[in-house]
């Protein structure tokens, strides 16, 4: 059987290029749409980055381990948590058209094979998590329980997307305390232990990393708007109605503001504030484009937030040069 491109892949790799065989796995991982990845990654990135810069720490070969085993790390686990997405959801996503055509659903994989796929990608990953610090692993192996709840949010609550945004973002503390390791006052290790590192700039970049997935997660979440209330399922989309592009914009601007006071809770110079209005201008951009009748459109503006994870990203690393 030919592996059909799934609606919302576009022209990716997988199916222009990899082995017929392959691609039923590849897609089961979500590798013929990237951009999943970059949102998942990019939170990470900008913690290792806030924290090297917060510390003043220089750069050397573990700080470059850290970027490229963060990359690799957010392509297993985010492989693991579509699989393991997609074996809790497969009879859900049978009844809508965006995911009929996905492995698990539409028979292509089984549900036995898709559990060999969860376990292999995420006992790799714990392999690259094994290589940070304590406060590192203890919130990776933390994260799980957040991985495992996700696929069930959308059946208990309106906010799957809220959970979401704790979920992905995640990272950007594993990234804070990987980078920022034990860099703090020797007189307040006995009052927070290992988890000093997380005060406060990288708490305050996670919390504007989940309403900026709160907001970009809805966009998406307009494509299934229509199926998604006949077959039941909740979204923020849903809930927002008529006003989901206040809503998107209520989220951004407290994306926006929690990254500033990341940004000011570690000492970033004006090379921050001023890159960091750019992306305040992308998200603003993203608002004033959305017409929530036109799931091609939410899909594109969803997709651009890798640009605006970039242009953050960019900005903690010339808040630390100026």
Not at 150 to 170: C, D, E, H, S, V
Not at 234 to 241: N, V
Not at 281 to 286: E, R
Request: hydrophobic share 55%; with cysteine.
């Amino acid at each position: 059987m030919t592996s059909a491109p799934l609606p919302d892949a576009g022209r990716n790799w997988v199916d222009r290029y990899a082995p017929e065989a392959l691609k039923p796995w590849l897609k089961l991982g979500r590798f013929d749409r990237p951009i999943g990845i970059w949102l998942l990654l990019l939170p990470g990135w900008q913690g290792i980055a806030l924290a090297l810069a917060h510390y003043r720490i220089r750069p050397g070969a573990y700080e470059a381990w850290l970027f490229l085993g963060f990359a690799l790390g957010a392509c297993l686990m985010r492989a693991a948590g579509c699989a393991f997405n997609d074996i809790v959801d497969r009879d859900i996503d049978r009844q809508v058209a965006r995911t009929a055509g996905r492995p698990v659903a539409s028979g292509r994989i089984s549900v036995k094979g898709a559990w060999g796929f969860v376990a292999g990608c995420s006992l790799t990953a714990m392999l690259i998590l094994l290589t940070l610090n304590a406060t590192a692993i203890l919130l990776g192996v933390g994260s799980l329980a957040l991985v495992a709840a996700y696929p069930f949010m959308k059946r208990i609550t309106w906010w799957p997307q809220a959970w979401l945004g704790l979920t992905f973002n995640w990272g950007a503390l594993m990234g804070y305390a990987a980078a920022g390791g034990f860099a703090f006052s020797a007189a307040l290790a006995p009052v927070l232990g290992p988890f000093l590192p997380l005060v406060w700039a990288g708490l305050w970049l996670w919390l504007g990393g989940v309403f900026w997935t709160l907001g970009y997660d809805t966009l998406y979440a307009l494509q299934d708007i229509e199926d998604d209330a006949m077959v039941g399922v909740k979204s923020s989309a849903r809930r927002l109605g008529g006003r989901v592009r206040a809503g998107v914009g209520v989220f951004y601007v407290l994306a926006v503001a929690f990254a500033a006071i990341a940004g000011w809770s570690a000492n970033l110079g004006a090379g921050f504030f001023g890159v960091l209005v750019a992306y305040a201008a992308h998200l603003a951009w993203q608002v004033r484009s959305l017409k929530p009748d036109d799931p091609a459109l939410a899909l594109r503006l969803f997709k651009s937030n890798r640009e605006a994870g970039l242009i953050l990203l960019a900005a903690i690393g010339l808040g630390a040069l100026i």
